[in-house]
Nanobody, 129 residues
Framework: VPLVESGGGLVQSGGSLRLSCAAS????????LGWFRQAPGKEREFVAG????????DYADSLKGRFTISRNNAENTFYLQMNSLKPEDTAVYYC???????????????????????WGQGTQVTVSS
């Protein structure tokens, strides 16, 4: 399931960006989708995830209220809307997809990178102060 991110760039503190991730291949609609980010010298961390049905979403505690994940199964695309950006949000952002499991088909949204099977190439987001 190739994944291709777009929408990264340079933005001033307090600004907004919308990341997109386009997928192709299998039955995309049954995959859990997630966004992760990795800043220089830090581990890859969970940002947000959305269940296959879009009923369940989950966010890193520090990002709740600023970031919103959504998906459009008909277009095989999902999104991360980022508002009120801060310099500490600067990182490479990755989209990821997890194949269906017993847990995920009932709404579970994994948080660990190793629980995802497919990854995009990453897109740089830089927030200036």
């Amino acid at each position: 399931v190739p994944l291709v991110e777009s929408g990264g760039g340079l933005v001033q503190s307090g600004g907004s960006l919308r990341l997109s991730c386009a997928a192709s291949g299998r039955v995309f609609s049954r995959y859990v989708l997630g966004w992760f980010r990795q800043a220089p010298g830090k581990e890859r961390e969970f940002v947000a995830g959305i269940s296959w049905s879009a009923i369940h979403t989950d966010y890193a505690d520090s990002l709740k209220g600023r970031f919103t994940i959504s998906r459009n199964n008909a277009e095989n695309t999902f999104y991360l809307q980022m508002n009120s950006l801060k310099p500490e949000d600067t990182a490479v952002y990755y989209c990821a997809a997890a194949e269906p499991t017993i847990a995920t088909v009932t709404g579970d949204v994994p948080h660990q990178p190793e629980e995802y099977d497919y990854w995009g190439q990453g897109t740089q987001v830089t927030v200036s102060s």
